[in-house]
Every structure is written in C-alpha cells, then in structure tokens.
C-alpha cells in the first residue's frame, strides 16, 4: 500500500513536471516567434520606437512566469516576452502595443516595453535599469499592510541593472522587509555594448546575495529544465516567508541590444560557449532525444498559427484618435470626472 502511494506519488510529481515544461515550452516558442515577427515588423516600418527581443533569454524568463500563480505579481523588463506569455498576457494584448491598437491595455498610447496590466498583475515597465525592484517591493509592502497573504512579487534586472542605485536600494530595502520578492538577473554577459568585466569586479553576481542578506540561487540560463527548477524553487521559498530571493542566470544575448543594433561587438568566443547556446534549440533537441519531437513541432504549429491570427487581427483595430481620446491613463473621463479627479 505504501509503495503504491509513493509511486502515485511520484508519478504526480512527474505529471507536474511534465505539465509544467510544456508551459514553459509553449512558451518559449510563442516568444521566438512572436519576437521574429515583431523583427520583421520593425523593418517594414510598421512598428513606431525601438524594438528590443528577449532571444536566447526565453528559458529563464518564461520559468519566472510559469513559477507564479494568479493574485502574484509581475514586473516584467524588455527581454522578457516569454515570462509575459508564461504569466498570461495575451499575445493579442502584446501586439497591441507594437501596432498601438487603441483595444490594447494602454490604450495603443504608451510604448510598447512600457505595456503593463493591472488587472492581470502585470506592472508597467518605467525603465529597465532597476527601477522595478523599488517599485514591485513597494507593491509587496501595501499587500502586507492590507493583509494580503502569500503573494509573491517576480522582477527581473540585466547584469547592467544590478550596478544601478535604484537596485541596490530597492533589493536593500526588501532584505531588511524579509518581503516574499523573487529578482531574476538575466547575465547575459553585456550591458549595451559593455562586457561584464568592464561592469562589476565580483566573480559571480550571485556573490552579492550575502551582502544583501539574500538567499542566492545560479542558474544555467540555457536549460529551459533547470530554470523551471531553480525558479520554482525560488518562488516557493519566497511565497513560504523566507525572504527575497536572488536568481542570477546565465546566458547569452543572442541579438543586438535592439533591433537597431548588430552586436558586432559580441566576443565570438562567448557565442561557441556553453553560455552562447540558444535555449530553444536545447529544449528541441533534448524533447527529440526524449522521444517527444512530434509534441514539440505541434507546439510549434500551434504558436505560428497564433501568431499569424493575432497579426491579422490586430492589424485591423482602430488606433488612438487624439480628438476622442479622455487622456486618462486608468479612467474614462466621465468616471474620472464622477470621482472629482482632473
Ligand atoms: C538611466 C538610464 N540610463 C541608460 C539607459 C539606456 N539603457 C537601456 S538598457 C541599457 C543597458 C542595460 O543592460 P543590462 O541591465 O545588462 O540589460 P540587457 O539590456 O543586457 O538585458 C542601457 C544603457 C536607460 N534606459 N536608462
């Protein structure tokens, strides 16, 4: 009787896993390849602003948002598509800020990285250098203080982040709270065009979790199994009041900084290294070994489709028109006017 509950046990726990890879997986893809139209929409001129891509980060960031659960919150930053569509935005909601459809969260008036969702507990985006750590722990401070339990906070920051004051202040901050706050750095070994050893002069970013009075965690950034772990664990031991948790992964960005950039100056012998390998390649080829090949192209089928039904959709909605526009950012001008405010 035992061992046949310790097998349904762990055939669970299996099951689980699996459930939660092909998550992760979907993911994944639906980024790469939501990401490469965007790629192509920026150069046909159809995309105002900059375009910045999350390749090569989708494993380590799509973990962040398979990790989290409805009621937690999400402070995602540029290169994080895959955490976006793992934690439930839909991908018509991020093509409506590319296209600016007027049907989009914000309206079609605010960039498209600076797209966020309340109501889905997606917090806009202010900048990408480290001021989402204040902001999401500040977030996590009013839930305690309302009474609001086990909800956890997930932010992310790039290896150039982590050297900002707004980081150090914000993670401080967080420590001294014990707040239930998962920061993920994505060290993908270049900050723009300057390379890690010109940025800190620790030998690990995750050496810093102590100073901070953090629990550290170091991740292979490239294996799509290992960040499902890591993160998960991290975001079970914050939601279970151990404090923050420091996940520094690493990885390789594997585009310029925007769509605007070559990243010429990306050392080629960092490519040809374990930390230049691109994760959705890992995962294809390891779901292959596993046998599982066919389920992987069907994921992928599925996410072309998606893509390709969410651009024609999204193509035909209508854009801001400025003379009908209340210029409210949360509120139509007749709430706003009912509740007193300008
Ligand atoms: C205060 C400020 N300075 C500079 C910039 C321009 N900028 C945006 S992202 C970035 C580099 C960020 O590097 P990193 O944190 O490593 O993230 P990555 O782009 O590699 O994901 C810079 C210099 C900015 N947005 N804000």
Redesign the pocket.
């Known amino acids: 009787m035992a061992i046949r509950a310790a097998a349904a046990a762990v055939r669970s726990i299996q099951e689980g896993t699996d459930a939660r890879m092909e998550r992760l997986g979907r993911a994944m893809l639906r980024a790469r390849l939501l990401e490469e139209k965007l790629g192509s929409l920026y150069r046909a001129g159809r995309i105002v602003g900059g375009v910045?891509l999350?390749r090569g980060?989708e494993a380590l960031s799509g973990a962040g948002g398979v990790a989290l659960r409805k009621g937690d919150i999400f402070a995602p930053?540029?290169?994080d598509m895959a955490g976006r569509l793992a934690f439930g935005e839909p991908m018509e909601d991020a093509l409506r800020a590319y296209l600016g459809s007027r049907l989009g969260p914000m309206k079609g008036r605010d960039g498209n990285i600076h797209r966020g969702d309340l109501s889905r507990g997606i917090l806009p985006m202010i900048?990408?250098?480290?001021a989402m750590v204040s902001t999401l722990a500040g977030v996590l401070m009013a839930k305690r203080m309302k009474g609001e339990k086990r909800k956890v906070g997930l932010t992310c920051?790039?290896?150039?982040?982590?050297?900002?004051g707004s980081f150090h202040e914000g993670l401080n901050l967080a420590a001294v709270e014990r707040l239930p706050l998962v920061v993920v750095v994505?060290?993908?070994?270049?900050?723009?065009s300057?390379p890690n050893e010109r940025?800190f002069a620790c030998a690990d970013l995750v050496d810093r979790a102590r100073g901070y009075g953090v629990q550290g965690h170091s991740v292979d950034g490239t294996d799509p199994w290992v960040c499902a772990e890591v993160l998960q664990g991290a975001v079970d031991r914050a939601r279970g009041g151990e404090g923050p948790q420091l996940v520094v992964g690493k990885l390789l960005?594997l585009c310029g900084?925007g769509e605007h950039d070559d990243g010429l100056y990306v050392d080629s012998k960092i490519q040809r290294s374990e930390r230049g390998r691109d994760c959705v390649q890992v995962m294809e080829s390891e779901m292959k070994k596993r046998g599982s090949g066919k389920e992987w192209q069907s994921w992928r089928a599925e996410a072309q489709a998606e893509v390709e039904a969410a651009v024609i959709k999204v193509s035909a909605e209508p854009v801001p028109d400025p003379f009908e526009e209340d210029w409210s950012a949360t509120k139509s001008g007749s709430e706003a006017e009912e509740s007193g405010s300008s």
Request: glycine share 18%; aromatic share 10%; no cysteine.
């Open positions: 910045y999350g980060q930053l540029i290169r900048s990408h250098l480290g920051a790039g290896d150039g982040a982590t050297s900002t994505a060290d993908n070994g270049y900050a723009y300057t940025q960005r900084h």
